[in-house]
């Protein structure tokens, strides 16, 4: 009776874990499918199976926004925020937990407060002192201000994982005759991987499809990100369906690929700090 009952409950639990995936997997389904209809068809009925595949849709996409170009731009501007985000954050932390005096706790304690601050209440100020400083409508810029708005959260993330590396460890290297830079790169950066893997991943999304930043300080065409050629289809009165859904489709690819080869990271990363943190 008891492993029948078990068993009923573990087939339960999978029929409704399996309509929860379905659910989640049908935006992608509806994006797909509109993606090679014409115009008409995706107006008339968005559900239905598309009755004949026009590929050429996603052809004039590439060539409409200009995809190899604002594949570059978002490419370069999401590798470079990710990596020095990663790095900066990782050794800010460190030095937070090891060097814990009045003066570190106070500057954690700061980063922290700056995640509750919601961005629309510092977008306009920010905007001032990206024109003050003269970064505006450069890709040094856009940079910049990913680092300062996305360095709290890596940084809590790292902060509590830095705690579960032994000490012990980092006092046997300095006895060998390591500096404190060659500690923090050769024996701890390693320890912090799964920590590591899992801000890259998680910063990696939110820049790739940001949208808002690159709308306010890149205003050059040539400069464009994916989510801002993509948008481009979007006017007032009108929105070109059958071009901008495999504009979307174009865009979302590459970031869904990383994170299907990373995603568990994600999960080894949370749950190590969790626990040893």
Not at 20 to 29: K, T, V, W
Request: with cysteine; aromatic share 14%; proline share 6%.
């Amino acid at each position: 009776m008891d492993n029948k009952k078990y068993n009923s409950r573990m087939l339960v639990t999978e029929i409704v874990m399996v309509l929860a995936g379905l659910i989640f997997l049908a935006p992608f389904y509806f994006l797909f499918v509109n993606s090679v209809k014409p115009f008409g068809e995706i107006m008339s009925n968005s559900a239905s199976w598309p009755e004949v595949f026009r590929w050429e849709n996603y052809s004039k996409a590439w060539e409409l926004t200009r995809f190899p170009e604002a594949f570059t731009n978002s490419l370069l501007i999401t590798s470079i925020s990710v990596l020095l985000m990663a790095l900066i954050s990782a050794m800010g932390a460190y030095r937070m937990v090891r060097s814990d005096t009045l003066f570190n706790r106070a500057l954690f304690f700061l980063f922290i407060a700056a995640m509750v601050i919601p961005f629309q209440s510092i977008m306009i100020p920010l905007m001032r002192v990206v024109n003050v400083l003269g970064v505006n409508n450069s890709m040094f810029g856009l940079i910049l201000t990913y680092l300062g708005l996305g360095a709290p959260m890596s940084l809590f993330l790292f902060h509590g994982f830095v705690k579960s590396i032994p000490l012990e460890i980092e006092e046997a290297a300095t006895v060998d005759g390591c500096t404190p830079i060659t500690v923090f790169f050769r024996i701890v950066l390693p320890m912090l991987r799964p920590m590591l893997m899992t801000v890259i991943v998680l910063n990696c999304l939110w820049v790739w499809n940001d949208y808002l930043l690159p709308s306010l300080i890149l205003q050059r065409p040539e400069m464009r990100t994916i989510p801002l050629a993509t948008f481009a289809f979007f006017g007032q009165y009108t929105k070109q369906w059958d071009i901008a859904l495999p504009a979307l489709v174009l865009g979302i690819a590459p970031i869904i690929i990383f994170f299907l080869f990373l995603q568990r990271y994600i999960v080894e990363g949370i749950a190590a700090g969790s626990v040893k943190g």
